[in-house]
């Protein structure tokens, strides 16, 4: 991996245990586990590095993982079992240039935050989560209404857009796009950060949406599992 998708991984690695993951991390890899969820989303190995075949097998069975997670960089160096089935969805991370000062004054406050005129934020403190200075939950609003909602990820001068979602009745309205125009806005400050957000490759509306507001594609992770009947 690069320097940025670096970045990226410690970014997405401070969300997932805000979201309880259990995560074990080694030189050669990482292993993300959930007891909430079965999705490969949650439950993972990712390699840093290349290993053989055999010992992420060994890793996979002594974590009962079945998926495995792959750097588009590391997939061309790794031979896989042919027994092991590529998922057809695949994750693109995005990264943007944005000024830092926009979500700093969020994350420094805990209420009563307006990002412009139009568009208030609310800190939200949804359950069964864990959140710090760091991480930060918010509801997003459009004049009185709660319109979605999103959490925040900083770590120095790289942040993560994390559960970025327009509730379904005011979609197609256009909130999203103002909602990462305002965010992402250019003030000629000199302190510029990345900014991080993912989505699957299937997802062609959040793919527009990112590319239309300066977020260009940095990394692919693309999914594979084992066959059933290698597990014993």
């Not at 959930?34 to 290349?50: A, G, M």
């Not at 998926?67 to 990264?95: E, R, S, V």
């Not at 990002?115 to 459009?142: A, E, G, H, M």
């Amino acid at each position: 991996m690069n320097h940025i998708q670096e970045e990226f991984l410690k970014n997405e690695l401070t969300w997932l245990k805000s979201l309880s993951c259990e995560i074990h991390s080694t030189e050669n890899y990482i292993v993300v586990k959930s007891d909430f969820s079965q999705s490969e989303d949650f439950n993972f190995i990712l390699p840093r590095k290349i290993v053989q075949e055999k010992d992420l097998y060994k890793v996979m069975d002594q974590y009962k993982i079945k998926y495995l997670k792959i750097a588009t960089p590391t997939l061309i160096d790794l031979k896989l079992n042919p027994a092991m089935i590529c998922l057809k969805t695949h994750d693109l991370n995005f990264k943007a240039s944005a000024p830092l000062s926009n979500f700093r004054k969020l994350c420094n406050k805990k209420k009563g935050i307006w990002l412009s005129d139009s568009i208030p934020w609310k800190y939200s403190t949804p359950s069964n989560r864990f959140f710090s200075q760091n991480i930060v939950p918010f509801t997003i609003c459009f004049n009185q209404y709660e319109i979605g909602q999103v959490c925040l990820v900083i770590l120095n001068n790289n942040i993560g857009i994390y559960d970025l979602e327009i509730y379904k009745e005011f979609q197609k309205q256009g909130l999203g796009n103002n909602f990462l125009k305002e965010l992402l806005s250019m003030n000629n400050e000199s302190d510029i950060g990345n900014i991080f957000i993912q989505t699957w490759n299937e997802n062609t509306i959040a793919r527009r949406l990112y590319s239309s507001n300066g977020f260009n594609v940095v990394g692919k992770y693309r999914y594979y599992t084992y066959a059933e009947e290698l597990y014993y």
